[in-house]
């Protein structure tokens, strides 16, 4: 397994896009919105995808990570880091598999998969920061 934030990134620049689940087109069985802070996790793994997807490094690192991931992902060179690490990956894809909330942190499980390289399990966690939750760690 790649050490630290900014190289365990690598993995999940195979990230990309947040997979949606099909659903059926009856209301009666349609799950209830999510809502609190799962929403919340959602969306900031959403929001990586985003990032990654135009390969907006600076966003990832001044937005998304935690200020303790930024710092071990490069500091002031954490987005440049960033973009040499990404170098190469293809057509990243997510899939959202759980999210777990205990307090002031949460895991996601995600199934990451890049054009050229197989399916990987992986683990985002995330802490809550400034009111929201931000990246503190990818992989694993």
């Given at each position: 397994m790649l050490d630290g934030v900014r190289c365990s990134l690598v993995t999940v620049l195979v990230v990309g896009m947040l997979g949606g689940c099909g659903g059926a087109s009856d209301e009666a069985s349609a799950p209830e919105p999510v809502t609190g802070a799962p929403k919340?996790?959602?969306?900031?793994?959403?929001?990586?995808?985003?990032?990654?997807?135009?390969?907006?490094?600076?966003?990832?690192c001044d937005e998304l990570f935690s200020s303790d991931a930024?710092?071990?992902?490069?500091?002031?060179?954490?987005?440049?880091?960033?973009?040499?690490?990404?170098?190469?990956?293809?057509?990243?894809?997510?899939q959202l598999l759980s999210i777990r909330i205990?307090?002031?942190?949460?895991?996601?499980?995600?199934?990451?998969?890049?054009?050229?390289?197989?399916?990987?399990?992986?683990?985002?966690?995330?802490?809550?920061?400034?009111?929201?939750y931000l990246i503190a760690a990818l992989g694993g």
């Amino acid at each position: 397994m790649l050490d630290g934030v900014r190289c365990s990134l690598v993995t999940v620049l195979v990230v990309g896009m947040l997979g949606g689940c099909g659903g059926a087109s009856d209301e009666a069985s349609a799950p209830e919105p999510v809502t609190g802070a799962p929403k919340q996790v959602a969306k900031a793994v959403s929001d990586l995808e985003r990032a990654t997807l135009k390969r907006d490094f600076e966003a990832i690192c001044d937005e998304l990570f935690s200020s303790d991931a930024r710092a071990r992902a490069g500091g002031d060179d954490c987005a440049a880091s960033l973009g040499e690490d990404a170098d190469g990956v293809r057509a990243p894809r997510i899939q959202l598999l759980s999210i777990r909330i205990d307090g002031q942190r949460a895991s996601v499980r995600v199934r990451t998969s890049a054009a050229s390289q197989p399916s990987v399990d992986e683990t985002i966690e995330l802490v809550r920061e400034d009111g929201r939750y931000l990246i503190a760690a990818l992989g694993g």
